[in-house]
């Protein structure tokens, strides 16, 4: 079975600085994605970054990026001048299964200080 | 463009009682998933269809909570009779799926379910 792992329970950062959070996972298959998504305090689950295994170039999406590294099995979420609005909690999620239903990570609840 | 639509968005109500949470998933979507949000076990998965087929339901707790799909539009979860555990945020996502291809999923906004 695919397992996600978020080790960073909490994380702050200050606002404008650049903040990395940490995914592992673990699976058998060659080719897959990986998601990163957004938790805000209105609990929506917004989309904020996709990676396609097969692909070299890390994933970029304006001020979010990831830093994939597949032999490892690390797929960490980069926010470069972090908002106030960038406050939640965000969640790894890998999708498996005949249908690719989401495995989630246990999140990361990120600060941001003003 | 709609997303996908989920209400109530608040449920209270007494133990016991009959709870129906409905969702209606992105136009032209074909596979629809519920979730389940507490703290103690994060984010799991309850059941899913594909072409409004269950195809897996294992995730679901007990024969307490039922899931149904009678057309693309529209799915509903069940839950009879309720209990104080089932308190939590239930999720509704779709996806367009077909085989190879991957698109993420895209949630509703939730019901927070509270059973008193």
């Known amino acids: 079975a695919q397992t996600v792992t978020q080790s960073q329970p909490e994380m702050s950062v200050q606002e404008a600085e650049t903040v990395t959070l940490s995914c592992t996972y673990d699976?058998?298959?060659?080719?897959?994605?990986l998601f990163w998504y957004k938790q805000p305090p209105s609990r929506q689950m917004i989309l904020v970054i996709r990676?396609?295994?097969?692909?070299?170039q890390n994933a970029t999406e304006n001020r979010f990026s990831v830093n994939f590294q597949k032999a490892a099995k690390s797929f960490s979420l980069k926010i470069s001048d972090s908002q106030l609005g960038d406050a939640a909690m965000y969640f790894c999620a890998y999708p498996s299964g005949s249908a690719r239903q989401l495995t989630f990570g246990s999140g990361t609840q990120l600060t941001v200080l003003p | 463009d709609a997303g996908v639509i989920q209400s109530p968005r608040h449920e209270v109500t007494e133990m016991g009682q009959e709870v129906t949470l409905r969702c209606k998933p992105i136009?032209?979507?074909?596979?629809l998933f519920w979730y389940r949000q507490t703290m103690m076990r994060g984010l799991e998965l309850l059941i899913y269809?594909?072409?409004?087929?269950?195809i897996d339901d294992s995730g679901m707790p007990e024969d307490r909570f039922s899931a149904k799909m009678p057309n693309a539009s529209f799915s509903t979860l069940k839950i009879q009779p309720s209990e104080p555990r089932d308190s939590a945020v239930y999720f509704c996502a779709s996806s367009l799926y077909w085989g190879q291809g991957i698109q993420p999923q895209h949630f509703g906004d939730g019901t927070r379910l509270s059973i008193l």
């Open positions: 269809f594909n072409n409004n087929v269950p």
């Open positions: 699976t058998s298959e060659s080719d897959y994605y």
């Open positions: 136009s032209g979507h074909n596979s």
């Open positions: 990676q396609e295994a097969y692909k070299q």
